[in-house]
């Protein structure tokens, strides 16, 4: 999807730590870290790990995700959270669990709720909403 260039709703504020995730998104890759120390898959982005044990400082490095996952929960909103989503409502807000084990906070598009289910298969989706930023979305697997 391709916004055209009238966007107007609330986008993200990268960090030093963040910036890696939307510079991989703008490409179209999903990202999420791993800790060189114990292992851990870590997502939101971070600079030091949460593994149990471990709370490496540096030790979270980069990699890219198959960008398939499962709907871990959602919820669908009949309220628009910000001004600026009131012609998107209805829309589900979701939680997926990537395959490589970290849960993201997303959209679930391209679906009727009625159709969407705890432990679908998704995928993830681009919406280029800037030249700035691209978001990462999922759809149901058919």
């Known amino acids: 999807m391709t916004s055209d260039g009238g966007y107007n709703k609330p986008l993200p504020n990268p960090s030093f730590v ?18 060189r120390l114990c292992g851990t898959n870590v997502f939101y982005p971070r600079d030091i790990c949460p593994g149990p044990d471990c709370f ?13 996952g499962t709907v871990y929960s959602f919820t669908v909103s009949y309220q628009p959270a910000h001004p600026s989503f009131r012609d998107d409502v209805p829309y ?7 395959d490589e084990g970290p849960r993201m906070n997303t959209n679930i598009i ?6 969407v289910a705890i432990g ?3 995928e993830v989706v681009w919406d280029d909403v800037t030249p700035e930023f691209t978001l990462p979305k ?5």
């Not at 963040?18 to 800790?35: G, I, N, Y």
């Not at 589900?92 to 990537?98: E, P, Q, S, T």
Request: a negative charge; hydrophobic letters at 45%; charged letters at 25%.
């Open 138 to 142: 999922f759809q149901i697997v058919d």
């Open 120 to 122: 679908m298969q998704v």
């Open 92 to 98: 589900m807000l979701a939680i997926v669990a990537l």
């Open 18 to 35: 963040s910036q890696p995730f939307w510079d991989a998104a703008k490409e179209h890759r999903l990202t999420f870290q791993r800790c």
């Open 110 to 115: 391209n679906a009727d709720p009625k159709d």
């Open 56 to 68: 490496g400082v540096g030790t979270l490095d980069w990699v890219e995700s198959s960008g398939k």
